[in-house]
């Protein structure tokens, strides 16, 4: 899996960048890929996926969020919702990593495909397919300013968001090539 950080970008996240090819097309990323950036989010209607959310007319924004979009070929939306799942508890054991007073961050706890401290959210995500791909897009607050409810940011835990996305995006890329890794390893049964 590639990845790029985009460092010195001021690009607001509206729901417009979970789109084939986006990681292709910008930034030459070709075939399974994240790109990670730092910056607002203001998901605008026509780019929501989330029925639910669109339904209950939610505003989905924040100031400033650690941002990663997954691009990944050949997967259904069964298998891109496991692997956003999989990215939720991977990213509260990053922050357990990086944390040295484990208190702060023992009572994380996911429900579904969010992460809380008690009624806190610390982040939002969705996951889609395209024809050719599915898509993920993965958030975390740095701070709380400019969030609809209530949230939990990583300034509030103290976790430097450069060493989260290099943290995170190394365990998200093992524990994927393991799981391939899986497949590729078992015959079908007789």
Known sequence: MKFKFLDNVTMEYDGSQLSSLYAYRNYNLLGDSVISWVGPCNVKPEFMVDGEDLNAGEKICGLKMLHFILEKFDTSLLAAVAIQRLMTVMAI???QELKKDKNEVFHLSRDGDDIFFGDQKLS?????????????HFAMNV?????PVKTLALDD?????TAFYKLFFEKLDK????????????????
């Not at 939002?124 to 993920?136: D, E, F």
């Not at 835990?157 to 968001?161: E, G």
């Not at 497949?183 to 079908?188: A, D, E, G, N, R």
Request: charged share 25%.
């Open 93 to 95: 054991e990053t922050l």
């Open 124 to 136: 939002i995500s969705i996951a889609t397919v395209s024809p050719v791909s599915a898509l993920i």
């Open 143 to 147: 701070n709380n300013e400019g969030t």
């Open 157 to 161: 835990l103290k976790v430097d968001v």
């Open 175 to 190: 524990e994927l090539e393991s799981i391939k890794e899986a497949t590729q390893k078992v015959h079908w049964v007789r």
